[in-house]
């Protein structure tokens, strides 16, 4: 596995150091709703809570953002917010700001990885903000920080948020209306025929877009393959996460039976996942998703892995809102991911706290070109936006 070392930093990064980790818990509006098979992570009409972090040095700071979605994973807005502030923050004030890999060991002291990474998006948040001020800092994108992007935009997909044909349809139209020109559907809400019927409207309506599906973990080996073979004859790329991420040996079984790719998302929560699904020769496409994958540190160790082992990458991400869609956009450009992408974040959501920020057009993201990240917070926004996730409720 080769990751591009980072090039020499200038004497003024080498001397700063964290001294301060600041949360702020986010209630950003939601225009859309949107759910996994797991529940709702979106609702139109009510606040969608997101985490900010803020990282400072020397008076250069830094952001990033978790993305609560307990639906999808065991995070919650409330166990984000104490595991930065009382684990996370007091492991690494101090640390060299450069130093990202001491970081991530100084995480995994404080937060075990267990069979995951160990709260990943809350250690994600802090590290992308690590990864904003370290560029500000030089002057530099995230990229020019990295000596690696190859790629100055990155095509979306649409996410088909109805079931029946009819909403399907119109989701499918509201989706070309606004320039996307592939698109994604999550099934495994319902039964079988409902998630097929949903996966053939789509195709119905847009013959010749690029057409993946993800399930979220949730289908039997059995069902998974009755449902793959019905998704061959819809042009399908790609069939996401069908099982349990820890059932590794139904997904080799499926690998092996699947007539599509099978594309691991929830089951690859550290590079060394993806390295036990390699050696058993059980994964065809590995999904790169920055807050699942622990930050942007170990999300370039497992993108570096798939790369030389000759495994398709394909990306995604948490309806993000804009901090956490710069952080991707940098990461699949450094990659060269030329396939769209799972950034639904703009479709679901909005970012009032982002000032100069990602620019993006009939479903084309421009990879920023400002230092760092390349969105301007506002943090007088943030204080206004700000609300409480640990107030005792009655």
Same mark, same amino acid.
């Given at each position: ?21 600041r ?8 225009? !859309?709703?949107? %759910? /996994?098979?797991? =529940? +709702?992570?979106?609702?139109?009409? @009510?606040?969608?809570?997101?985490? *900010?972090?803020? #990282?400072?040095a020397d ?55 267990g ?20 560029? !500000?800092?030089a %002057? /530099?994108?995230? =990229? +020019?920080?990295?000596?690696?992007? @190859?790629?100055?935009?990155?095509? *979306?997909?649409? #996410? ?126 590995a ?10 540190t ?86 206004e ?10």
């Amino acid at each position: 596995m080769t990751v591009p070392p980072m090039p020499p930093m200038p004497f003024r990064l080498t001397g700063l150091t964290v001294d301060r980790i600041r949360t702020f818990a986010v209630a950003l509006p939601a225009h !859309r709703s949107f %759910g /996994v098979s797991g =529940g +709702a992570t979106a609702v139109a009409g @009510r606040p969608s809570v997101r985490v *900010l972090v803020q #990282v400072s040095a020397d008076g250069v700071d830094g952001w990033g953002e978790a993305s609560p979605t307990p639906a999808w994973t065991y995070e919650t807005a409330e166990s984000i917010v104490t595991t930065i502030d009382r684990y996370l923050a007091p492991a690494i004030i101090g640390r060299p700001v450069w130093d990202l890999d001491g970081v991530d060991s100084a995480f995994d002291r404080a937060i075990d990885r267990g069979f995951s990474t160990g709260a990943p998006l809350a250690k994600s948040a802090v590290d992308v903000a690590l990864h904003d001020l370290l560029g !500000r800092a030089a %002057g /530099v994108t995230l =990229g +020019a920080l990295w000596g690696q992007r @190859r790629r100055e935009t990155i095509e *979306l997909g649409w #996410v088909v948020s109805g079931q029946s044909p009819a909403e399907v349809a119109e989701s499918v139209a509201e989706g070309r209306a606004a320039g996307y020109r592939a698109f994604k559907v999550k099934i495994g809400l319902h039964d079988e025929e409902t998630d097929a019927a949903a996966v053939t409207a789509v195709r119905d309506n847009a013959p010749d877009a690029p057409l993946w599906v993800d399930a979220n973990q949730a289908y039997t080996v059995p069902a998974a393959l009755r449902m793959a073979r019905r998704l061959e004859g819809l042009g399908v790329t790609a069939f996401g996460q069908p099982l349990p991420a820890d059932d590794i040996a139904g997904l080799r079984r499926l690998r092996d039976g699947s007539p599509i790719p099978v594309a691991l998302d929830e089951s690859l929560c550290h590079p060394s996942d993806l390295a036990t699904f390699i050696r058993l020769d059980a994964v065809d496409v590995a999904v790169a998703k920055v807050q699942r994958g622990g930050g942007l540190t170990l999300s370039r160790r497992l993108c570096a892995l798939a790369e030389d082992s000759g495994v398709r990458l394909m990306g995604s991400g948490l309806t993000d809102s804009d901090v956490g869609l710069a952080a991707s956009l940098h990461l699949f450009a450094a990659y060269g991911i030329d396939t769209p992408v799972d950034l639904n974040g703009r479709q679901f959501i909005e970012s009032p706290y982002a000032g100069p920020t990602v620019r993006v057009e009939n479903g084309i993201a421009y990879v920023p070109d400002s230092p760092g990240l390349g969105v301007e917070v506002d943090e007088a926004v943030v204080a206004e936006l700000a609300v409480d996730v640990l107030e005792v409720r009655p």
